[in-house]
C-alpha cells in the first residue's frame, strides 16, 4: 500500500512540483493550501508524513506544526518543514515548533526524497501503527 504525505503549501507552483515529484516514486499525496486546512486534513487522513510550508495565508506553518503536534492522536506523524529561509534561523523556529526536519527552499529533489524515506521507515520499524 502506497504511503500518503499531506503537502501544506499555498503556492501552485511548488505544490505540483512536490506532487511530480512525489506522485513519480509512488508516493499518494494530499494537499492543503493554507494552514488550517493543512491542520483539519491532518486530522482527516492521518498522513505517514506531512511537508509543511511556514509562510501560510492565514496560520503559519509554525503555528499549524504546533496544532498537530499538539493533538495526541497526530503527534506521531514526522513533520518536514520547507523554508525559505534556513539562514535567518527558520530552522531553529521549525524544530522549536515541533517540526522533525526542514528542508531549504529550493530543496534538493534526492535529499528531500531521502528524508522523506527515513522517517518513514523509522516510523515503519518503531511504530504501533
Ligand atoms: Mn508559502
Do not use: W
Amino acid at each position: 500500500m502506497s504511503r500518503s504525505i499531506l503537502v501544506i503549501e499555498d503556492q501552485e507552483d511548488n505544490r505540483r512540483i512536490l506532487r511530480d515529484l512525489l506522485t513519480s516514486h509512488g508516493y499518494k499525496i494530499i494537499e492543503a493550501t493554507d494552514g488550517l486546512a493543512g491542520v483539519e486534513s491532518a486530522g482527516v487522513h492521518r498522513p505517514d508524513l506531512i511537508l509543511m510550508d511556514i509562510q501560510l495565508p492565514g496560520i503559519d506553518g509554525y503555528e499549524a506544526t504546533r496544532r498537530i503536534k499538539a493533538d495526541p492522536d497526530l503527534n506521531n506523524i514526522p513533520i518536514i518543514a520547507v523554508t525559505s529561509y534556513a539562514l535567518s534561523g527558520d530552522d531553529q523556529k521549525a524544530f522549536t515548533a515541533g517540526c522533525d526536519d526542514y528542508v531549504a527552499k529550493p530543496f534538493s529533489p534526492r535529499k528531500l526524497l531521502a528524508k522523506i524515506e527515513h522517517y518513514l521507515a523509522q516510523r515503519e520499524t518503531g511504530g504501533n501503527g
